[in-house]
């Protein structure tokens, strides 16, 4: 059974531009959460998306969005790149979200220059 | 208070000993908790899922939940230095949108030789 996949690996992008992330999850699993994982700041929420809408969202500025399509696949886009934004980007999957079981992807490294 | 907190440590044990990692929680509604192990550089991986108050083990692994006292530990026995990483707890926190997979910042060990 395939894992979660999220592409690209790695980024490097310069101050003021866009970036889109994107996530698969594994199969059958209709809830993707997004976190941002910086050295300081350790693991924080993003959103999470089930059945294409936004359940819940974390304490981010506007400039973070996600959306989820049909297949479950969700993407992730940073508008207007700031220095700060740089950070591991990770998505997890899950059933159904809420208590049960979350499984990573091997991350974005986003590089703000 | 945070909603799930953990010492951030370094927590130093040799080899061969009990690695005790401890984690508490804020939302007395909260049902299911994870344990995640994060080396450097790589996502987290799910290693223990516990729902029930008592103990849970899994080969070298044991977690223990105390919903009364809100607390959930892990315990590592015959600590190896390939257990010496990052490990994160976690646990949905309710919001308005429903369950958030909340984690800690993580508590480092380091096995030592």
């Known amino acids: 059974k395939a894992g979660v996949t999220q592409t690209p690996r790695y980024l490097i992008k310069t101050r003021g531009q866009q970036v889109t992330l994107s996530c698969s999850p594994i199969?059958?699993?209709?809830?993707v959460s997004w976190y941002q994982q910086t050295p300081g700041q350790g693991l924080q929420f993003l959103f999470e998306?089930?059945?294409?809408?936004?359940?819940n969202k974390g304490n981010f500025p506007g400039r973070f969005s996600g959306r989820q399509f049909s297949n479950s696949r969700s993407e992730m886009n940073v508008s207007t790149l700031e220095l700060g934004d740089s950070a591991l980007y990770l998505c997890?999957?899950?059933?159904?979200?809420?208590?049960?079981?979350?499984?990573f992807g091997q991350g974005t490294r986003l590089t703000v220059v | 208070q945070k909603e799930v907190e953990q010492n951030s440590g370094p927590l130093s044990v040799p080899e061969g000993a009990i690695a005790s990692l401890n984690c508490t929680y804020s939302?007395?509604?909260?049902?299911?908790f994870f344990w995640y192990r994060q080396y450097s550089g790589k996502s987290p991986e799910l290693i223990m899922s516990?729902?029930?108050?008592g103990d849970k083990e899994d080969g070298r692994f044991t977690a223990q939940l105390n919903k009364a006292s809100q607390y959930v530990s892990l315990l590592i026995r015959d600590s190896q230095p390939s257990d010496s990483a990052t490990y994160l707890c976690?646990?949905?926190?309710?919001?308005?949108?429903?369950?958030?997979?909340?984690f800690g910042t993580g508590t480092q060990l380091k096995v030592e030789l």
């Open positions: 516990i729902y029930s108050n």
């Open positions: 997890a999957s899950s059933i159904s979200g809420g208590n049960t079981e979350a499984f």
């Open positions: 998306y089930f059945s294409e809408t936004q359940r």
């Open positions: 939302d007395r509604g909260s049902q299911s």
């Open positions: 199969s059958g699993h209709r809830s």
């Open positions: 976690a646990a949905p926190i309710l919001t308005g949108g429903g369950n958030k997979l909340t």
